[in-house]
């Protein structure tokens, strides 16, 4: 099977912009989450989808947004960019969720926010 | 909420040499789950352990789930210079999200 796929994998935007990226998971594989990955902040969840819906939020602003389509493949949006948002974009999917199964991670979309 | 702690930090091994990477958490766990990621790279799944006091090996490394369920160990061997890169630990909290621990380091002299 092809792994989780991300595009763009390098993306330059300047402050205020929006941006979107997007997953796209693993053949069957219905979950999909969103991970921002900082050298101070590690790996912290921004949100998981099941099946179309959001089951679950992480800790971050409504400037972060995503969404799943009927084929489970996934975006995510970033508007008003700040530039602490310069990160890396994981994106990450599985069977039937991140918290109960091991999930299998993409390439990872490196947004810099000048 | 639900914090997974790593240490250490960084670990320099020498080329040969064994050491263990310790994972706590401030909750019990449904599960643990280890990640390895390469310089460079993105975190790849190792491994998950439910049970109680479960251990699995691959190869030479060994995993192991505290008895509590709180706390987890990752355990190396005979360190070859693949084995390079940061191990996350992660376990879902209550809310069911996957919190990641900061992560060990890993460096090999030659």
């Known amino acids: 099977k092809a792994g989780v796929t991300q595009t763009p994998r390098y993306l330059i935007k300047t402050r205020g912009q929006q941006v979107t990226l997007s997953c796209s998971p693993i053949?069957?594989?219905?979950?999909v989450s969103w991970y921002q990955q900082t050298p101070g902040q590690g790996l912290q969840f921004l949100f998981e989808?099941?099946?179309?819906?959001?089951?679950n939020k992480g800790n971050f602003p409504g400037r972060f947004s995503g969404r799943q389509f009927s084929n489970s493949r996934s975006e995510m949006n970033v508007s008003t960019l700040e530039l602490g948002d310069s990160a890396l974009y994981l994106c990450?999917?599985?069977?039937?969720?991140?918290?109960?199964?091991?999930?299998?991670f993409g390439p990872g979309t490196r947004l810099t926010v000048l | 909420g639900q914090q997974v702690m790593q240490i250490p930090q960084y670990q320099h091994v020498q080329e040969g040499e064994d050491f263990t990477t310790y994972c706590n958490s401030s909750?019990?766990?449904?599960?643990i789950q280890w990640y390895k990621q390469r310089p460079g790279g993105h975190p790849v799944f190792l491994i998950q352990?439910?049970?109680?006091?479960e251990v699995k090996k691959q190869k030479r490394l060994t995993f192991q789930f505290g008895e509590a369920k709180k706390n987890s160990s990752l355990h190396i061997t005979a360190t070859q210079t693949t084995d390079v890169g940061t191990y996350f630990c992660?376990?879902?909290?209550?809310?069911?999200?996957?919190?990641f621990g900061a992560g060990t380091t890993v460096t090999v002299r030659a």
């Open positions: 990450a999917s599985s069977l039937s969720g991140g918290s109960g199964s091991g999930q299998f």
């Open positions: 053949s069957g594989h219905r979950s």
């Open positions: 989808y099941f099946s179309e819906t959001q089951r």
């Open positions: 909750t019990t766990l449904s599960n």
């Open positions: 352990l439910v049970k109680s006091g």
């Open positions: 992660a376990g879902p909290g209550n809310d069911y999200k996957l919190s």
